[in-house]
């Protein structure tokens, strides 16, 4: 009897070890394998967009397909499936050979629908495009949620067009009228008005230089040793009280510890500009007053940011080179304060 214990002692102790290493082995594939699991504080973003419905909030960033994630507090990022599969066919037409990494996403909700811009590029050139894609809802599980593509809304061609077609940003004004601000270098970042669809440029077209970079127009202490002073991209517009306020990406990204992008700001009275700094100075004549850049402790640099009002707090987005994680670019989401004269304060901490 005392035998007979003994080794079914030692079965029951077997049995419980394999099972424990057993349900071990199932958890790790669960944690690798499902989604639900992968929640996230530090997450790796570029060029993030940030939207609420509902209790959730979506972001959007660039990546193959477009990357995205969910959240209910903005603090835990659980990794959704990316907006595109497969690149929308009309892409190999603008950039031969794409391979579906797609930049610099935004989005906007107007009239129960959202809409979701886009870039394709290709490297370095202005051979580029923003097209769009719709969507009645965000949530992966709701039955009507599908990205529905409407193609390219605008096209930069080499030897054509002196601008590029990247880093589309969406914004209505306080007439109702949908407009797309977009670009990168070149001849400096544009404003165009669009259909009242939202998929397609308004006609007869209108074109505006809202922001720009040139030697010929600014050399001072801030372009000392730099010989990249075109360097703007990243256009979004926030409108707020009788302002709307045009953000700006100067200088380097995309060279993790070695990235010096910063943010700049200015505002408007009126949507097409002039968007004027601090100082009074046009920015579409090299004018911008900064707002929020790197350091030698924290972040390399901070850019490509846009703005957003939920449950009545102003909150700031971008992506900044992470100096303890070699210079990789991570989730920057902070609220906005406005000082007495109505320019924005963003603290880079947490």
């Known amino acids: 009897m005392i035998l007979y214990t003994k080794k079914l002692k030692i079965s029951t102790e077997r049995v419980l070890k394999y099972a424990f290493k057993a349900a071990g082995i199932i958890v790790l594939i669960m944690f690798f394998t499902d989604k639900s699991f992968a929640q996230h504080t530090d997450i ?73 811009y886009y870039s394709i590029s290709a490297f370095g050139k202005n051979t580029s495009a923003i097209g769009v ?20 809304v605008v096209q930069s061609v080499p030897g054509r067009d002196m601008w590029n077609a990247i880093d589309g940003a969406p914004v209505i004004d306080s007439e109702g009228t949908p407009w797309l601000a977009f670009g990168s270098f070149w001849m400096g970042l544009k404003l165009v008005q669009l259909n009242e669809n939202m998929t397609e440029i308004a006609v007869p077209q209108e074109w505006h230089t809202i922001a720009a970079r040139h030697r010929y127009w600014k050399m001072d202490e801030r372009d000392a040793g730099n010989d990249t002073n075109s360097s703007i991209e990243a256009p979004f517009i926030f409108r707020k009280g009788n302002y709307y306020y045009l953000f700006a990406s100067w200088d380097a990204c995309c060279r993790n510890e070695n990235s010096t992008y910063k943010i700049v700001v200015g505002r408007s009275e009126n949507i097409t500009g002039p968007y004027r700094d601090k100082a009074g100075e046009n920015m579409a004549h090299g004018g911008g007053s900064f707002l929020l850049g790197g350091d030698s402790e924290k972040y390399a640099a901070i850019g490509h940011n846009s703005v957003y009002t939920f449950n009545g707090t102003d909150y700031l987005i971008a992506h900044a080179y992470d100096l303890s994680d070699e210079g990789r670019s991570k989730l920057l989401l902070r609220e906005v304060e406005w000082d007495a004269d109505g320019w924005p304060i963003v603290n880079k901490e947490d």
Do not use: C
């Not at 894609?133 to 390219?152: I, M, R, S, V």
């Open 44 to 116: 790796r973003v570029h060029d993030p967009t940030i939207i609420q419905q509902d209790d959730m909030y979506y972001i959007f960033n660039t990546g193959r397909g477009i990357s995205s994630w969910s959240s209910p507090d903005m603090e835990n990022w659980k990794r959704l499936d990316p907006v595109f599969i497969s690149a929308p066919e009309w892409t190999n037409d603008v950039v031969d050979g794409f391979r579906n990494h797609i930049w610099a996403p935004s989005i906007i909700e107007h009239d129960g629908t959202y809409y979701l």
């Open 133 to 152: 894609a719709t969507n009645q809802t965000l949530d992966p599980d709701d039955p009507l949620f599908e990205w529905k593509d409407h193609g390219k």
